[in-house]
């Protein structure tokens, strides 16, 4: 059976071609599934023929998560959603609004690709769960089609930082982004598609070769390789200067900005020391840095004080002399916030 949601149009086309179905009713299909929610293969259509749509729907059908539960955030409009999948796990996606602009209110959705994670970062709830399997190209894009179809107000991006590590499900996790980024599946900007990895080098060296446009997000955190390897275990794996070269592969293949992702720990990340260590290992690298408090609710590490924060800004800025910008993490009353998602078990 070919799943509608698991596939970009044009190897849906190729699944279906010895029913020889036009590519205009293939984008139809795929559109109807992936951008207006439909559940089943309509028996008619206009100029096509019923034994044909009759074929079809012994061909193909259209899968669909099961939606366990959805809260919205009284305090920042931050909506998560609780989804199971055919297979056994919850995973959760997040609704992130951005309705500052009355001309251009939209959301982007923070989506998930496994069912909890393998990476065990320390300050992260979903790594706590530990791997329990990958999701399927569908149940990613899924993800999407509920949400939006539960929204007042269109969805215009999608990040790949929810629950699990997007590089270690790398082929569902592009095709997702496929999906999204066709005219006839969400139809969004692939710029407004941004990847996510905690520095999984092998993924960051194939997105390089394989020229994606979508943005790339590394969680960095640390600077220095001991104090990372602690919060981060996959610095073990893949050391700071193994994952710098794979960054700066990427740079001089695109001539794009890296983004890297701080997360900010309340005494233990925030010295100019640190500060001077990471200008020194991206020195010569154009970068953005985005700054995230940490969430955790078991206590164990902190957010900083208003205090200790802005002084850490400004070590960057001086020590740095690159972009660094504080990047908003809501829904924290839903435990909907970076690093907080763990489907029902904690």
């Known amino acids: 059976m070919i799943l509608l949601k698991d596939h970009t149009s044009s190897e849906l086309a190729q ?25 089943e293969i309509p028996l008619e259509l206009p100029t096509i023929s019923k034994r044909l749509l009759a074929q079809l729907r012994e061909r193909v059908s259209i899968p669909r998560l099961k939606l366990v539960n959805k809260v919205v955030s009284p305090q920042d409009g931050f909506a998560k959603y609780l989804f199971e999948g055919v297979e056994p796990g919850q995973f959760e996606a997040v609704r992130i609004p951005l309705l500052h602009r009355p001309d251009d209110q939209k959301y982007v ?3 998930s690709s496994q069912v909890g994670c393998a990476l065990a970062c320390a300050f992260c709830a979903t790594g706590r769960m530990g791997f329990q399997r990958n999701l399927a190209t569908w149940e990613i894009v899924d993800q999407v089609t509920q949400i939006q179809a539960d929204s007042e107000h269109p969805v215009r991006g999608v990040v790949f930082m929810g629950m ?15 999906i999204f980024s ?28 394989e020229q ?25 794996s893949y050391p700071l200067p193994v994952l710098l070269d794979a960054v700066r592969e990427y740079h001089a293949a695109t001539n794009k900005r890296v983004t890297f992702a701080w997360t900010v720990l309340s005494g233990i990340n925030t010295r100019r020391e640190d500060a001077r260590e990471l200008a020194e290992l991206t020195r010569g690298l154009p970068i953005l840095l985005d700054l995230i408090d940490v969430n955790d609710p078991t206590g164990e590490f902190r957010r900083p004080s208003t205090e200790e924060a802005n002084a850490f800004r400004d070590a960057l800025r001086e020590e740095l002399a690159m972009p660094v ?6 829904g924290q009353d839903i435990h909907g916030a970076c690093g907080m998602l763990a489907g029902a078990t904690l």
């Open 15 to 39: 699944a279906l071609a010895d029913l020889r179905p036009s590519d205009r009713l293939v984008r139809q299909l795929h559109a109807a599934a992936v951008r207006r929610n439909a559940t």
């Open 109 to 111: 959705i923070c989506v």
């Open 164 to 178: 699990g590590e997007p590089m270690l499900n790398y082929d569902r996790v592009i095709r997702a982004a496929r």
């Open 182 to 209: 066709e005219p006839c599946g969400m139809a969004i900007n692939a710029k407004a598609i941004t990847v996510s990895t905690v520095g999984v080098v092998p993924g960051i060296r194939r997105f390089t070769q």
């Open 212 to 236: 994606h446009p979508y943005r790339l997000i590394v969680s960095l955190t640390s600077a220095n390789s001991a104090q990372r390897e602690k919060l981060l275990p996959i610095e073990k």
């Open 325 to 330: 910008q504080r990047r908003y993490s809501g």
